[in-house]
């Protein structure tokens, strides 16, 4: 599994996958694990048992760190450092039969923050959103294969599988 962030709604749950790897970005962990909570203020929307669920899997060699941008981790999948929503957010790309698929997790919430080349609400840095949104387009083989984090739309724009699926193509 990729985590594109420490975010509860992005890294909860990391434990119930007792054989999977977890990828992540190095210097997302090493932050949250450390340096965010030396001061008050530094480690917003970051739960800390999710982090310790992330340092345990480490220890059991279950994590894959991502070290830095335009990383390949599996064959036809690769990270690429996001625009800032967490300290080392991330957003990746899957080559599928359609083509390069761009999977923005809160790098881009909605279809709109693309399409009026808007920034998230909540980033670190909306130059750095707005940089990050601009190479999705870059690298995907079609506007319409960047999938953003949280827009119900995606469950109009692919193919239903069942309720709550859907097939990108």
């Not at 992330?54 to 990383?71: C, F, H, I, S, Y």
């Not at 064959?75 to 039969?97: D, E, L, M, R, W």
């Not at 984090?149 to 469950?155: N, R």
Request: hydrophobic residues 40%; proline residues 4%.
């Amino acid at each position: 599994m990729i985590v594109s962030h420490l975010h509860w709604d992005h890294a909860d749950g990391v434990d119930l996958f007792p054989k999977a790897r977890t990828w992540i970005q190095k210097d997302e962990l090493e932050y949250y694990a450390g340096t965010a909570w030396q001061s008050r203020g530094t480690h917003g929307g970051i739960d800390a048992e999710d982090v310790l669920a992330l340092v345990k899997l480490n220890t059991e060699g279950r994590v894959g760190l991502v070290n830095g941008d335009a990383q390949e981790i599996l064959p036809g999948i690769s990270c690429y450092i996001g625009g800032k929503h967490t300290y080392a957010s991330q957003f990746v790309t899957v080559n599928t039969v359609a083509g390069t698929v761009v999977l923005a997790s809160d790098n881009m919430y909605l279809y709109e923050n693309l399409e009026k080349h808007a920034a998230i609400a909540q980033t670190l840095d909306a130059e750095s959103n707005l940089r990050a949104q601009d190479r999705m387009k870059q690298l995907a083989s079609d506007p319409r294969l960047i999938v953003p984090g949280h827009d119900p739309a995606v469950f109009t724009r692919f193919v239903n599988v069942k309720p709550g699926v859907v097939k990108i193509q």
